[in-house]
């Protein structure tokens, strides 16, 4: 779907969720934007050996 993330979309979504948590009966449920920095781990490169037998 091309229109799967955008912005009006989440926006349209979290409004539709905070109907069913309204504040004065859900106080601790917040809908404040958390912007966190994503670290992204890379895995050092697997290494298989390639038996002789298989090698030309």
Known sequence: NPNLGRR???AQ????IAKR?????YPQVT???INK????RQR???CVPIPSSLAQ
């Open 44 to 46: 050092a490169p697997e």
């Open 31 to 33: 809908f404040k934007p």
């Open 21 to 25: 948590f309204p504040p004065d009966r």
């Open 37 to 40: 920095k994503i670290i992204v």
């Open 8 to 10: 009006v979309d989440v």
């Open 13 to 16: 979504a979290i409004e539709l």
